[in-house]
């Protein structure tokens, strides 16, 4: 996984819950986990702009509903400091549903989504419909 060129802040734990931003069926998901967290001894897990990590789907269609996925997030609350120095904060937690390898598993993305995941994500970035 390549590395973001901003300190993005780890505000997303377990239990969060997150607007699901694509046509994916899923409309809000839980954070369960996140793929590789290291920390200490009963630290909760948590996650911040382009990290990976597992969620259950809490709203959405009925054959969605109650399955385990991964999801990539797109968008925080919490703001975040660029290399350049600006500070970036958006006004929801979202989330993009993805494959094991971190491709979209839907056609389209709604609503902005951060730079630093399109350096991460390339091919997030080519759904998104805008990248701020």
């Known amino acids: 996984m390549k590395a973001i060129s901003a300190s993005v802040a780890k505000s997303l734990t377990q239990k969060s819950r997150c607007v699901c931003s694509d ?3 899923a409309k809000e998901v839980e954070i369960i986990s996140v793929f590789g967290f290291r920390g ?3 630290m909760n897990p948590k996650a911040g702009i382009g990290d990976v990590v597992n969620v ?3 709203k959405g269609k009925p054959e969605m509903r109650k399955k385990v996925e991964r999801a990539i997030i797109i968008r ?3 703001e975040f400091k660029r290399a350049n120095g600006t500070r970036i904060k958006f006004s929801d937690n979202a989330v993009v549903l993805v494959d094991e390898k971190g491709l979209p598993k839907a056609s389209e993305i709604k609503g ?3 730079k630093e995941v399109g350096e991460r994500w390339p091919k997030i970035a080519g759904l998104a419909s805008s990248i701020v």
């Open 112 to 114: 902005a989504v951060a």
């Open 40 to 42: 200490k001894r009963r």
């Open 23 to 25: 046509n994916s069926g």
């Open 76 to 78: 925080a609350k919490k």
């Open 56 to 58: 259950v789907v809490k």
